[in-house]
């Protein structure tokens, strides 16, 4: 029988896939973590008919089975959704482990229980057979429990050893694929997650929602002069001063380049023109410096574009609304904050 057709307890798909994964000499990376986590669950039959194909010709998946696998029917939509549900699995598994843990303490406890009630028997007028008998039994006992023991705290040790390694990949994933390694705000695609999220939340609760669009003034005049290395100094400058300067529910990314985007969830335009002249403000009091001779270079400025969320519009034209917002804004001038209606 294939074994996609059992129904596991939460924490134990964590487990199977742990197993299968050492069984067919696969790293618990997470593309492969996810291909056989899909198969335990059954909610991708493709998948599951695949594999079950692959395991009653070959046995086990190998690492180009597992490659074509996540490409043909998990892709890039469902690494997000994957990776969000396995933590919360291996969340629960650690517990689970834990409560072994204490399991095991208490039947040792209730070994010692059994211990005192043999002394209790060897008391009195034990014959030396009796006694002998009893010894040897609690001796037995004791080996047999000891040796559980042991094999428990191994099988604990190497489970625990499995999930850190799997949850220090997922985690080392999540964040490359969401994070930009140079500002260290979100990337492009952590910024379409967000909008795609943000908006409907917005459509839910009938909250307004402004994006700011946001983009270095004058960059490649500042790259052309001092160099790359001071321009990237600039981007980390920038991204400092939008986190610093805002709230821990909004949204930020860089979109590519110089440009930043910034989603404040209820917020309307006109507060959110606000917030965008604060951060215009706060990055007027910031000098770039030389690292080594700590000489000013004097201060950066951004425009910016901002617009309202339409709750019936594309999300393409939500966005195109606040780059014709910037463009409005550097035609003015630069340095300055255009609210497209
Ligand atoms: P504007 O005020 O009209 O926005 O002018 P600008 O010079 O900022 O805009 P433009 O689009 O002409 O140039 C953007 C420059 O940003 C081009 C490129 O040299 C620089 N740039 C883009 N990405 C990076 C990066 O990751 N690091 C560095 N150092 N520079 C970058
Ligand atoms: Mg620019
Ligand atoms: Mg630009």
């Known amino acids: ?24 000499g696969l790293t618990p990376s997470p593309n492969n973590y996810a291909v056989y986590y899909y198969y335990f669950t059954g909610t991708n039959p493709n998948l599951k008919m695949a594999i079950d194909t692959l395991i009653e010709n070959q046995k086990k998946l190998t690492q180009e ?15 997000h ?9 291996i969340e629960g598994e650690i517990k689970r482990v834990l409560e072994e843990i204490d399991k095991a303490a208490t039947d040792t406890k209730q070994y010692g229980k059994t211990l005192d009630t ?20 609690v001796m037995t006992e004791t080996r047999t429990i000891s040796k559980q023991n042991e094999r428990l705290a191994g099988q604990l040790a190497q489970t625990t ?35 795609s ?9 009938a909250a307004p929602l402004t994006l700011l669009m946001v983009d270095i003034d004058h960059f490649k005049k500042f790259n052309d002069a001092y160099g790359h290395q001071i321009g990237d100094q600039v981007l980390r400058l920038v991204a400092r001063t939008l986190v610093e300067n805002l709230k821990g529910r909004d949204v930020i990314a860089r979109y590519g380049g110089e440009e930043f985007v910034i989603l404040l969830p209820q917020t309307r335009a006109t507060d959110a023109e ?8 706060s990055l ?57 209606v």
């Open 118 to 137: 043999f002394s209790g028997q060897l008391t009195g007028s034990a014959s030396l057979e009796q006694i002998r008998g009893a010894v040897t039994k």
């Open 197 to 205: 999220k943000t908006t409907a939340e917005a459509r839910e609760s």
């Open 81 to 89: 959704k994957v990776m969000e549900e396995t933590s919360s699995v």
């Open 284 to 340: 007027a009091t910031k000098h770039i410096r030389k690292r080594n001779t700590n000489e000013t270079l004097g201060v950066v400025t951004i425009s910016i574009g901002a617009t309202e969320y339409r709750t019936d519009e594309e999300l393409d034209s939500f966005v195109a609304r606040a780059d014709a917002g910037l463009y409005k804004a550097k035609n003015a001038g630069r340095n300055q904050v255009v609210i497209e």
């Open 1 to 24: 029988m294939a074994e996609g057709t059992v129904q596991y307890q939460p924490y134990q798909y964590a487990q199977k896939v742990l197993e299968r994964l050492v069984h067919d």
């Open 274 to 281: 606000k917030v965008a002249n604060q951060l215009r403000a």
């Open 65 to 79: 089975n597992c490659n074509e696998l996540y490409q043909a029917h998990l892709g890039l939509e469902a690494e």
């Open 161 to 195: 050893q499995q999930l850190s390694e799997v949850r220090y990949n997922f985690e080392q994933a999540h964040k490359e694929l969401q994070i930009d390694p140079l500002t260290e705000v979100g990337n492009r695609k952590y910024f379409d997650t967000q909008l």
